[in-house]
Structure formats: structure tokens, C-alpha cells
């Protein structure tokens, strides 16, 4: 009777454990000083149940095979761990990747701003700007058209139109504040990382905002090689 009695509840224990799945341990480290992670957010999907991480860092979760735990810290990349089937480990480690900057409030609010003025000016010069332009074919077919001071003008006036706003976008975009934040430079030193870096239009249109970061904070690691200030003995 005891035997059949232990094997119900081993049973029993195995049918909870799949159930309700088994506790998870681990620590939260960040990927470059190996600092502890307290306070980070933990939350398996499946079941939403949620918890932090102690102030060492560690933390406890219910989880089991198959099942998808994400860990979120304010100023990281969102980390998720499958649990596997099969053997689990006793103990996780967790590594969390700093996420770059939020760019994005002042990064929209200069191309909010560049979008704004554009369409202002398109509005005021678009009789101009519509003006049709001349293929090569269509000038030799039309030499007087292709020669008309006027034409020839309207098209000079489309050409620097064009320029402007490209010059425009980069201003707005590469701006003096941005750079300040994601690089921490100031003053003379900012003026002259910016006029050595400035990234052209066609480069900017390539970025997202992760590249832009990166493009920035690569060019001022660069800029202060070179620029290291002399001390005084």
C-alpha cells in the first residue's frame, strides 16, 4: 500500500511539475562590465507570470520546456530565453546589450520641422518647380526651348531649389543638440567634429536610427584619437 502510495505521489508531483512547470534561477548581467542587472523585468510569456531581479541581480521565475522568458531594463536590448527540452540548467545567466540612445523625439521633431518648411516652399514655388524639364532628346528636337533664357533660369532656380533641401535635410538632421547628446562634445570641439563629419544627403537617407547612432558615436571615438587634449607639465 505505502509503495503504491509513494508512486501516486511522485506521480502526482511529476503531473504539477508539467503543470505548472518548475522554478527558473539565474542573474542578470550587463554584456560589457558584467555589472548586476537589479531591477530588471522578468516575464515568461506563455503564462504572464512576471517578477525583477533582486539587488544582486538575481531573480527566480516559474517556467518550463518550450516556454519563452523575456527579460526588459530600462536603456537595453530586450532579451528572450526559450527554456529547452530535455535537460534544463540549474542556473541562468543572463547578458543584456545596451540599446543605443532614443533618438527618436529629436531625430522626428528636425524632420518634422524639415517636412513642415519643405511643403511651405512647395506650396510657394511650385508653379516653378512643376515646370517641366527637357530630355537630351527633347532639346536637340526643340534647340530654341532648350535655349530660352527663361527656361534655361527656371531650370537654374529647380537645381539650386534641389541643393538647398538636401542641405536642409542634413541641418535638420545632424543637428547641433543631437550630436551634443549622443556624443557629449561642446563648444569648439563640437564645431569642429561637426563641420569634419558632416554625413552627406545621400548618406542620411540610408540611415535608420540605429545606423545614425552609430555612424555619430563611431566618428567621435575617431575624432577624440586625434584630438586628445595636451596637458601642461
Known sequence: M?????????????????????????EVLEIDTRKILAGTEIKNIYNNIATVADSNGKFAITATSGELVEFRMPGYKIARVRIPHGYIPKWFCIILEKSPVPLSDEMYAGKTEYQRDSIRFREMYGHVLDFPRMSAIEKIKSPFSALSARNREIWQFQDM???????????????????????????DSLTAFMHRFRPSYEQLRQMNDYTFYHYVKTAATRFRSVNRPILSR
Do not use: A, M, P, W
Open 161 to 187: 531649389y534641389e541643393e538647398k533641401e538636401k542641405e536642409k535635410y542634413i541641418n535638420y538632421t545632424f543637428n547641433r543638440d543631437l550630436v551634443n547628446r549622443i556624443t557629449g562634445l561642446s563648444n
Open 2 to 26: 505505502r509503495i503504491v502510495l509513494h508512486f501516486c505521489c511522485l506521480l502526482l508531483l511529476c503531473v504539477t511539475q508539467s503543470v505548472y512547470g518548475q522554478i527558473i534561477h539565474g
